[in-house]
């Protein structure tokens, strides 16, 4: 299975931005453990819900540039800081900025999470592109950029940010 | 600080390694140093943040002197070719026969801050 740590991406601006909502519910069995009795949304969950966001923006980026056979890997994570707690009851608002984006190459962006205007995480995420060799994969990678972006709305780039 | 001394420092923490003697100017990134092909998009990154050089992968690669199919035989480089990467590069240890792939693997530190140094003169 894969586990999906964004719920819904609301706006994408093809090479630019992305915008995406988490909600944390009680319901969520990583509580029983994290902590019992003291419910805290990991960390690291949220920085990696910052990541999925990121990577939908990068690969659907890149397949709206003509680069269809490519997929963005995490590679390094840079100033990751987490400045509040998160709680069930709390929705985060991700925010995905592209700082660098060479689509041969490899690309940087700027994520932060918010709940309510405050901010919980900030820090910098580095993608390398990796080559899709197989169709079947292909396949699969375009079904799970359409679901992440069934309810998105998309903004077309402006050719001088690429 | 040259260009090669302060690559040193920044290669440190990307490949892992605690004692800057052991990047020596003539060791290969990817044979001595063990940098594998993702460690080089955070090289690129910091070269381009904290020196201010943006360097493609291609040039590390140097598809430059190999991606025109007169310049290989048999998937090496011809004679013409060792001499002028001799040169670019201010070295002798480019020969004739040399493969694509040995070119990748034998890009040194100081390769990288020559082609760093041409950048920032230009």
């Not at chain 1, 319901?27 to 453990?33: A, R, Y």
């Not at chain 1, 375009?142 to 077309?156: G, Y």
């Not at chain 2, 007169?70 to 480089?77: E, R, S």
Request: contains cysteine; negative net charge; proline residues 3%.
């Amino acid at each position: 299975m894969r586990f999906i740590l964004v719920d819904r991406i609301d706006e994408l601006k093809i090479g630019s931005w992305a915008k995406g909502v988490k909600c944390i519910s009680q319901t969520n069995e990583i509580f029983e453990q994290h902590f019992p009795g003291y419910p805290l949304m990991p960390g690291s969950l949220i920085m990696e819900g910052l990541a999925q966001l990121s990577g939908v923006l990068f690969e659907y980026s890149l397949m709206q540039l003509g680069h269809t056979h490519k997929r963005p890997v995490l590679t390094l994570v840079n100033k990751m800081k987490f400045r509040r707690f998160a709680t069930p009851g709390d929705k985060l608002d991700y925010d995905c900025r592209v700082k660098l984006f060479y689509p041969d190459e490899y690309a940087v962006a700027t994520v932060t999470a918010k709940c309510d205007g405050k901010l919980y995480a900030e820090g910098e995420l580095l993608f390398g592109f990796a080559d899709i060799l197989d169709e079947k994969l292909l396949k699969l990678s375009v079904e799970a950029i359409e679901s992440f972006l069934k309810n998105t709305k998309i903004i077309a780039s402006d050719e001088s940010n690429l | 600080m040259n260009t090669t001394d302060q690559l040193r420092e920044l290669l440190m923490p990307v490949l892992g390694i605690t004692s800057i003697d052991e990047i020596k100017p003539e060791s290969a990134l990817v044979r001595d140093l063990g940098a594998e092909s993702i460690d080089f998009v955070e090289i690129l990154y910091l070269i381009e943040t904290e020196m201010g050089v943006k360097i493609k992968i291609q040039e590390i690669a140097m598809t430059e002197y190999s991606s025109d199919g007169n310049n290989l035989q048999d998937g090496k480089i011809t004679n013409e070719i060792a001499e002028r990467l001799n040169k670019d590069f201010n070295t002798d240890r480019f020969t004739e026969g040399t493969t694509v792939k040995e070119l990748f693997e034998s890009f040194t530190v100081k390769d990288l801050a020559t082609i760093i140094d041409k950048k920032r003169d230009s």
